[in-house]
């Protein structure tokens, strides 16, 4: 298969595109309040665990019924709406006070981490403590248990997932661009990150403007984890300590300091992360007529990327283009 | 209308200004000068509220608003440009305007910007060019009018005229004035340019690390030898 | 009533996360190195002793008795494994395997036991080529510590871990296990067994021994981490961190310190990894290196203790470590308590409250600390550390 087919093409897309989306909330409260959120992850865990539970209590009834696919619909923005209170829990509850107090950039990523182991032994309590039935079916969870594939035109049969993640990225982005050239709201959060202290001498509400940061971060990644429920098969709170790493990979990929070069970086880093090792694996048997498995690596892959950027452009993102977004 | 009494002011643990206390009156020019480093800056924003005030009161007609937060001081009706970083380069002309206003509401906002446009009409020319393009000149006009979209009562400039070339500076000044002749505004000046500026000034201070060595009529100052020789240039 | 052994063991736990946070606080307290890659430090210990000291063992016994080895790895079970493989082959790629591994292993160890050449071999093996290992991920650390600014850094060695531990090794099943779990090989010769059997403990002689080289190890440690405390080059490595001015001055001797304690520490962590592998632990598997365990808990240790402290963080980690333990015994306790009034019914639960009490115990106390005793609940001296105390005390009391 070393011309990849459509389907590859498209489920690697819709990896590309959650990670987009992940990477991106991930900038986002980097540029508004510098901190590097290690409990992102485990957001997008609780999206899918969200759409999951819906699923088996809501529209498991729904099987046959043509409403069955507004799922795609009520469940990212049900997620959304869980996990952006969820973030602006911990940004109220923990990094604020933090920051008010004058913690340093290290002490506000262990804060993270530690926020993140809380919340993700948290879920998994949750998940244990909900009826054996459904945690196994939460667990197990994969496209083939809730979803039918559809017919598309010129595509074939596919599962219809696969295109509702790209678009829901591509509609997130646009929306995003919108909301922060054509919105007041939104134009005073690029003030914001550019020149906080400016911004408060002329009367923007600064710390509103984190707030929101932080709810639309958690949002977005609620909404990325509400699709990729059906596509990372298996979810469960642990795949969060590992899947962290590519989203960081995506965001400093994009450069950290750009939200359109998180949605791009991310869905780089993603969609590499599906098809660069099963391409290398099918060259390497189209050579030597071996099979090897590279997709348990698959995550080296991001790993090698962030690595490559830090340390080919350390300029670009260390140097002088950060100054102008640091905190005074 | 302005008053301060005995602030203190510093960042984190720098101690910076001490015990300074003045008051501007309304409709007048203060101006405070003195050497580079001495904590003018620090003062400001220290009455801003962006500096850590240590002791010491803000009272803003008969208020005390030492612990308002920056972002609220602009709804007293205290516009302040501070000396460096005093727009938004990564925004066009125009967003940084629209942000000048934020919360006034559009139609007023509209009204404001074009007011501003009139007075300036240089900056309607880049309207929408990212702030960053702008030249020194432009870029201070901008600052300046930020600071006017919400038609303050009481004007901080911290050294709006530095970089500026000559002329361009002395309009400036010029339109300083004209701020507190035709517009009633009252107006805190701190100005490199200390001759200059304290030919327009009612009153002055100046300030020598952190400390206020004059308090009094800007031409008392401008007259006092000693003091102009040592501090300010002036022969 | 609780077993000796089983003490011992939990006591030999401590040890090596007293090793660990001691070889952290180098690292972070006093070089400023944000070092969220802790876990791939230890687990290069324990992967010389799960991975490569078999090997190396097997190999030494090619040459010193070849019929031994002949007769250990020429069995008719492994045949389905192995082919016809030539024997170094065998030793090179198929020890790993889970079936080979699980007999081969126990055989192995009693051969060593019993051949003190073979032994004392194995044994230096082990501790040099896990300090070697050790100062090259050091190296490749601060390789990444002089080019990057400190959140970045901290992201780059935790994605490093990561990827090496749980991605890499944990993958790769003919390497170290991968997916399976491998037997850590014995390396005492029978001539010190037998001495430590004659201690009236009643416990395995090699878990004796284990616990006596750890606390001989990790006094070593502290007396070192107390002389860099106590050098010219600890205070400079403190101010470095406190002071981004002195950072800039020093720039060059300060990269050179850095890489030096990267490299010590890093030696020191994969040591507390063979201790722990080689004592403590029954098996090796890179899934158990987590960041959780090998990162987290033991900057948890070093922020309770206060960083740069090394009594501080010592204290920390024995506390952490029995606060967590605690937890973990007293809350079936609890449920059953719970159940006898009727609130809990399901049995199955205390499983999981016992997996999740002692992190989300540790993440609480991270937080709180942060907030409200950020300098640790041991604060450090200005300049001054306990060995200065100390120091003042013993002049106080001489005159
Ligand atoms: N953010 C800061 N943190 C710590 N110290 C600062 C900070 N900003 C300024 N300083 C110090 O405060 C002192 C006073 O600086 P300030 O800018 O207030 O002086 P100034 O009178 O405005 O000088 P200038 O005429 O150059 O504008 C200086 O020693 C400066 O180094
Ligand atoms: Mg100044």
Known sequence: MVLPSLEFLLSSAAAGAALALLSMGITLTYMTTRVSNFAHATMAIIGAVTTLLLLDRFFAGLRDSPLYYTLFLVSPLLAAVVTGAVAVIMYVTTIRPLIKKGTGLIGLMIATLAFDIILNNLLTLFLQLTP????????????KGYLVPVSIPLVGYMYPHRLFLPILALLVGIGLHLFLTRTQFGISMRAS????????????????????????????????GSLLAFEMPGISPAAAYLYIVSIFAGSIVGGLNSIYGALAGGFLVGSMEAIVPVFISDVYQLVTGEYIDLLRYQRMFSFLLLILVLLVAPEGLAGIKWRGIRRG | MLRVESLNVGYGKFHIIF??????????????????????????????????????????????????????????????TPQTDNIFPGLTVMENLMMAAYGLGES??????????AYYPALRRRIDAKARNLSGGERQMLAISMNLMRDPEFIILDEPTSGLAPIIAKDLLKRIVGMRDELKKTI???????????????????????????????????????????YLGVK | MVELSALMIEL????????????????????????FGMAVFVYTGAFVVGALSVRFALLLLAVLDPATLEALLNKPSYKPYVGDMSLVEIILFKTMEPTINRTLIPELSSIISQNLVLALSVLIFTFVVAVFLGVVVGVISSYAAVRLKEDYLAIALLAFSEMMVQVFFAQTDSLAGGRYAIYAPNMWPSELSSVAAALPLGVKPELTLGLILAIGLAALTY?????????????????????????????????????????????????????????????????????????????????????????????????IYVGRKALEFALPELFDALKAVGLVTEAAAVDVIRAVAPNIFVGVLILLMLYLRPKGLVEEMPGRTLGDKLRELKEKFSR
């Open chain 2, 108 to 117: 007023m906002a509209r009204d404001r910007i074009e007011k501003v446009l």
């Open chain 1, 132 to 143: 054996a039935q459904t945690v196994g079916r939460l667990l197990e969870a994969n496209v």
């Open chain 3, 223 to 319: 007396l070192y981490a107390e002389r860099i405390a106590n050098s010219p080059m600890g205070r400079a490595l403190r101010a470095m961190r406190d002071d981004e001015f002195v950072l800039s001055t020093y720039g060059r001797d300060i990269a050179a310190m850095r890489l030096r304690v990267m490299m010590i520490g890093g030696a020191l962590a994969a040591l507390a990894g063979v201790i722990y592998a080689m004592n403590f632990q029954p098996v090796v598997k890179a899934t158990d290196y987590t960041r959780l365990a090998w990162t987290f808990v033991p900057w948890a240790m070093m922020i309770i203790g206060g960083m740069a402290n090394n009594l501080g963080v010592v204290l920390g980690a024995v506390a």
């Open chain 3, 12 to 35: 030999g736990n401590i040890i090596t996360f007293v090793m660990v946070v001691l070889a952290l606080n180098l690292m972070a307290g006093f070089a400023g190195i944000p070092n």
């Open chain 2, 188 to 230: 805190l000046l701190v100005e490199q340019n200390a001759k200059a500026a304290l030919e327009v000034s009612d009153d002055a201070m100046l300030l020598v690390s952190g400390r206020s060595e004059f308090i009094g009529k800007a031409q008392a100052l401008l007259k006092d030898e000693e003091l102009g020789r040592k």
């Open chain 2, 19 to 80: 015990d300074v206390s003045f008051e501007v009156k309304e409709r007048t020019i203060f101006t405070i000068v003195g050497p580079n480093g001495g904590g003018k800056s620090t003062l400001l924003n220290g009455i801003m509220g962006i500096a850590t005030v240590f002791s010491g009161r803000v009272l803003y007609k008969g208020q005390d608003i030492t612990r308002v937060p920056p972002h609220e001081k602009s709804k007293y009706g205290i516009g302040y």
């Open chain 1, 193 to 224: 990150i550019e020149n906080p202290q400016l911004a408060r001498i002329i009367g923007i509400n600064v710390e509103r403007v984190y707030l929101v940061s932080w709810f639309l971060s958690g949002a977005t990644a609620g909404m990325a």
